[in-house]
T-cell receptor
Framework: GQNIDQPTEMTATEGAIVQINCTYQTSGFNGLFWYQQHAGEAPTFLSYNVLDGLEEKGRFSSFLSRSKGYSYLLLKELQMKDSASYLCAAVDSNYQLIWGAGTKLIIKP | IAGITQAPTSQILAAGRRMTLRCTQDMRHNAMYWYRQDLGLGLRLIHYSNTAGTTGKGEVPDGYSVSRANTDDFPLTLASAVPSQTSVYFC?????????????FGPGTRLTVL
């Protein structure tokens, strides 16, 4: 079956760095998305990776290893507004998104 | 530009009643999607539409129907609501049907079926 695994919850300190991991098992693979979702709000796009390696976008970076079925989202210089859930979603061979349950990130002052 | 709007914002519904959740986008996107989001579970695709006039079933289509009469609107209907359909429903759209395009989400409808 198809499966996405990510930690349920993480806690980090304001100003620090946090890495949120995601492992996936899908029938075929056509890339991986990260979305941010604040409580009570809609998910919003953060990144899309289809090739191996690290892509940096300001304070946020996303990494992909296709051979390991693994991705991570790296958040630097954490701010209180980064408190949110982070959703990992892999694109399968039918170009459908398979979503993880999300990682709730709690930022403490 | 509003993006994607959904209505109602929230609704409490008696079991057995019929309900239509509305979704409208103004980005002229070809593809539209309906998801439900439940605590502890990932977003689950209910139905999708690759273009006006066509629809397809997602992972959890039972008890739901959709139509796509034009590009902008994609309503989701619960013919006879059941308590297990209590959830937050998100409508989304994307420019192409490739699956690798960014999906843009509406604000969601919180539905409670009693």
């Amino acid at each position: 079956g198809q499966n996405i695994d990510q930690p349920t919850e993480m806690t980090a300190t304001e100003g620090a760095i946090v890495q949120i991991n995601c492992t996936y098992q899908t029938s075929g693979f056509n890339g991986l998305f990260w979305y941010q979702q604040h409580a009570g709000e809609a998910p919003t796009f953060l990144s899309y990776n289809v090739l191996d390696g690290l892509e940096e976008k300001g304070r946020f970076s996303s990494f992909l290893s296709r051979s390991k079925g693994y991705s991570y989202l790296l958040l630097k210089e954490l701010q209180m507004k980064d408190s949110a859930s982070y959703l990992c979603a892999a694109v399968d061979s039918n170009y459908q998104l398979i979503w993880g349950a999300g990682t709730k990130l709690i930022i403490k002052p | 530009i509003a993006g994607i709007t959904q209505a109602p914002t929230s609704q409490i519904l008696a079991a057995g009643r019929r309900m239509t959740l509305r979704c409208t986008q103004d980005m002229r996107h070809n593809a539209m999607y309906w998801y439900r989001q439940d605590l502890g579970l990932g977003l689950r695709l209910i139905h999708y539409s690759n273009t006006a006039g066509t629809t397809g079933k997602g992972e959890v289509p039972d008890g739901y129907s959709v139509s796509r009469a034009n590009t902008d609107d994609f309503p989701l209907t619960l013919a006879s609501a059941v308590p297990s359909q209590t959830s937050v429903y998100f409508c989304a759209s994307s420019d192409s049907t490739s699956g690798t395009d960014t999906q843009y989400f509406g604000p969601g409808t919180r539905l409670t079926v009693l």
